[in-house]
């Protein structure tokens, strides 16, 4: 089923647009500035981490040279070197003692190592926890004489160490005398110097399978290895776990190769606390705004409606007849032209609307003339034809009364004929009452019927049938349907009029042996004008079965499938409620 927003009011139409409109603004704008923030943080993000990442190099910059240098200088010293020869733990302690102490304060540990990798000496915090095992000897002697750094795997651990060959000078060349291997662990506190220097970041040390150190709790880092292995984006970030935006960095071993990974880590619990936030000001934003928009457009449609209203109840007043309705015009925008295009409409229907009462007048008076000419021919042309009888003398006593009772009843249908004008100009329709349908044919019979005449008229109806009527009228009735079947059989033929009843009406037919109605004119020829006659108007059958209509009758054709004209004229039975007019067929 199709919806037809026509059906919908036009205060609601502009009702759920502007919901609609406001709804969809908000949520583009509510999204691009989720996007734009989502940006801006991302680029926040980058910036703290890039900061990071030049803290972590500053700091292992410093680190590195302080190790550099004091190795260096050690190694280059004759009075180490020549300590270094005793191969004595203790005097190389001793010797070394003094210049170590300028990096003890940063945990580190010093180690003196023979050309084979074993150790000699060791000085510095929990020097044990860096094995010269793990120092891959036979890797870095190849890149010797340079001083070597990188970190180192040791125990568990991970170490950034420095190592610095000490060479003597041999009858064949110069001589590896003694590796000094000094370094530090990588804990927590490594991870705390950095957090200092980059406050919004977070720091984790760590191969495929563990963290050897971190500023976050270790249970928070579950997956974090696994995560870096599965590679980042093009900008070297990623967001893991929908709250840290990751980078990373590859710790090259000392022998060279990564070894393991720096993770640099950038909290997103901020961002997303701002964007929850914004979307929060942003519903009650959209909320609000909504409302507001409503009352707006209500108070706004009411107003642009207002014109149109108006115009509305004008054209319900048009169409009910009241054509001197006028629309006040408030303005010269577009619905005040409207509302003065309808004012000057309205003036030329009252115009128009006066002018067709004048003419409807004139034709009322018109048909109401000729109606009277036509009722008034029949009683006319019997006092005419009786008064030239009587004046030309030698009519019997006998015909001398017919004549005279004639002429007296055809006065009377005169004079009531003229009583039904007034009447009817007053707009008064008469008086019914009850009269015997007997009486009512007879009548018209007489008037029409004439001693000499041709057509044979045959009534069988009830004598004491009784009928609610305007006597004069519901004789012009029947006198009319005699005359035209007389009319139409000039050379005489026969009239039957009959009596048909049921339960709801009584019924007359009035039926003749002449040629019958035209087939051109059979289903009109009950409308006014209309006539199968050379000469008349066409008023006589219409008028007739207004008359009826209005006893609560009817008058119609009837087809009998035999020759001639049959008419039906209905009455009401006075016991009857007849809600719907039923024709007798």
Not at 165 to 174: D, E, K
Not at 271 to 287: E, G, P, Y
Not at 510 to 539: A, E
Request: glycine share 8%; hydrophobic share 45%; aromatic share 8%.
């Amino acid at each position: 089923m199709r919806f037809n927003a026509a059906l919908v009011p036009l205060r609601w139409r502009v009702f759920l647009a502007t919901s609609t409109t406001v709804t969809l603004l908000f949520g583009l704008a509510g999204w691009a500035l989720e996007h734009y923030l989502l940006s801006v943080a991302d680029d926040s993000a980058r910036a703290e981490i890039q900061t990071s990442i030049r803290a972590y190099e500053a700091i292992w910059k410093a680190r590195t040279q302080v190790l550099l240098a004091t190795t260096a200088v050690m190694g280059a010293m004759s009075d180490v070197r020549a300590a270094f020869q005793t191969r004595d733990e203790e005097t190389i302690r001793d010797s070394a003692q003094e210049l170590w102490s300028r990096v003890s304060d940063q945990s580190a540990v010093f180690l003196v190592l023979d050309p084979e990798g074993r150790l000699i000496s060791s000085l510095g915090e929990n020097p044990s926890d860096l094995s010269p095992a793990t120092i891959p000897v036979k890797e870095v002697v190849s890149r010797f004489p340079h001083q070597l750094s990188g970190y180192l795997r040791a125990q568990g651990n991970l170490f950034y160490v420095v190592l610095t060959p000490v060479y003597v000078q041999g009858s064949i060349g110069p001589l590896l005398l003694n590796m000094l291997c000094a370094g530090f662990r990588i804990d927590d506190r490594v991870g705390r110097e950095l957090k200092a220097l980059a406050p919004g970041s977070d720091f984790a040390f760590l191969d495929n399978h563990r963290v050897f150190a971190s500023t976050l709790d270790r249970q928070m880092l579950t997956g974090l290895p696994a995560f870096l292995q599965t590679g980042l984006d093009s900008s070297g970030t990623r967001l893991w776990r929908d709250r840290f935006v990751v980078s990373h960095r590859t710790l090259e071993g000392i022998a060279g190769g990564p070894v393991a990974q720096l993770g640099i880590l950038y909290s997103y619990e901020n961002v997303r606390d701002s964007l929850s936030k914004l979307r929060r000001v942003v519903a009650l934003a959209w909320i609000f705004t909504v409302i507001s928009a409503l009352i707006i457009s209500s108070y706004m449609t009411r107003r642009l409606l207002a014109p149109v209203n108006l115009l509305g109840k004008a054209a319900s007043a048009v169409a009910a007849g009241n054509y001197q309705y006028r629309v006040p015009v408030l303005g010269t925008d577009e619905l005040s032209r409207f509302a003065d295009t309808f004012n000057h409409m309205c003036e030329s229907i009252e115009r128009a609307q006066a002018e067709r009462i004048r003419q409807e007048q004139m034709n009322t008076i018109a048909r109401l003339a000729t109606s009277l000419v036509h009722d008034l021919r029949n009683p006319l042309a019997a006092i005419y034809g009786g008064a030239e009888m009587l004046v030309d003398g030698n009519v019997p006593p006998e015909q001398t009364r017919r004549i005279a009772g004639t002429i007296h009843r055809a006065s009377e249908r005169v004079q009531a004929l003229l009583r039904d004008l007034v009447n009817v100009s007053r707009g008064e329709r008469g008086e019914t009452e009850l009269c015997r349908l007997r009486d009512l044919i007879d009548a018209a019979v007489d008037s029409t019927v004439g001693p000499n005449s041709r057509v044979t008229v045959e009534v069988a109806v009830d004598a004491g049938r009784e009928v609610l009527a305007h006597r004069t009228r519901t004789e012009r009735v029947f006198t009319n349907l005699l005359s035209n079947a007389i009319e139409a059989m000039p050379e005489g033929g026969h009239i039957y009029v009959e009596e048909r009843s049921n339960d709801t009406y009584v019924d007359v037919l009035v039926r003749d042996t002449g040629p019958g109605i035209p087939p051109d004119i059979r289903n009109k020829v009950l409308r006014p004008f209309v006539t199968g006659k050379r000469s008349g108007l066409g008023l006589g059958l219409a008028l007739s079965r207004q008359t009826m209509t209005d006893l609560g009758g009817d008058l119609f054709v009837v087809e009998t499938g035999e020759r001639g004209a049959c008419f039906c004229v209905r009455f009401a039975k006075l016991s009857a409620q007849v809600p719907v007019l039923e024709r007798w067929a």
